[in-house]
T-cell receptor, first 114, second 114 residues
Framework: DAKTTQPPSMDCAEGRAANLPCNHS???????VYWYRQIHSQGPQYIIH???NNETNEMASLIITEDRKSSTLILPHATLRDTAVYYC???????????????FGKGTKLSVKP | KAGVTQTPRYLIKTRGQQVTLSCSPI?????VSWYQQTPGQGLQFLFE???????NKGNFPGRFSGRQFSNSRSEMNVSTLELGDSALYLC?????????????FGSGTQLSVL
């Protein structure tokens, strides 16, 4: 089972910030939080990941609480093209050189509206 | 750099047949993993290969198998197809096998079993 909990759907107005929450209360100390999104009929696209510090890249910002039990993905200026299912994933650390598989939950369907 | 390439894009088979799907990772990537996506179960991990060795396996029956070649290209095979095998099969590649890597996904192969 997925180790994360996300709201099933959210709406956001175009041009506004989209804040997508994620709970991962059982996260272990060496597990990363990853965010991917999937636009209809395409493969998931990597957005960002972090361990305990906040992270920012050209796509988004990731805010992780100090106790690491939850995080928020922020899309600063949402566009219609950001409409997708967003997955928050706790990366299962692999052993013996394995990358560890991603355990996807049901994600949050973000609808950006004009 | 070309992305992850999966062929074919669409496939129709009948029950009892077998099928082989192909995945070419991003140049230089040595780790390939496979996922199955269905409306009911979502995205589920199948297996992962690194340097031609299977490193990790999900909870799927033995009808699902895979392999990786010396050029890192990977194939997955499903024998004795069942109606429930109808799904989008996604391949993902990364540069190394570890716990802190981005996965890059292909667009998938949509398999329909009639």
């Amino acid at each position: 089972d997925a180790k994360t909990t996300q709201p099933p759907s959210m709406d956001c107005a175009e041009g506004r910030a989209a804040n997508l929450p994620c709970n991962h209360s059982t996260i272990s100390g060496n597990e990363y939080v990853y965010w991917y999104r999937q636009i209809h009929s395409q493969g998931p696209q990597y957005i960002i990941h972090g361990l305990k510090n906040n992270e920012t890249n050209e796509m988004a910002s990731l805010i992780i609480t100090e106790d690491r039990k939850s995080s928020t993905l922020i899309l600063p200026h949402a566009t219609l093209r950001d409409t997708a299912v967003y997955y928050c994933i706790v990366r299962v650390a692999g052993g013996g050189g394995s990358q560890g598989n991603l355990i996807f939950g049901k994600g949050t369907k973000l609808s950006v509206k004009p | 750099k070309a992305g992850v390439t999966q062929t074919p894009r669409y496939l129709i088979k009948t029950r009892g047949q077998q099928v082989t799907l192909s995945c070419s990772p991003i140049s230089g990537h040595r780790s390939v993993s496979w996922y199955q996506q269905t409306p009911g179960q979502g995205l589920q991990f199948l297996f992962e290969y690194f340097s031609e060795t299977q490193r990790n396996k999900g909870n799927f029956p033995g009808r699902f198998s895979g392999r990786q070649f010396s050029n890192s290209r990977s194939e997955m095979n499903v024998s004795t197809l069942e109606l429930g095998d109808s799904a989008l099969y996604l391949c993902a590649s990364s540069s190394r096998s570890g716990g802190n890597e981005k996965l890059f996904f292909g667009s998938g192969t949509q398999l329909s079993v009639l």
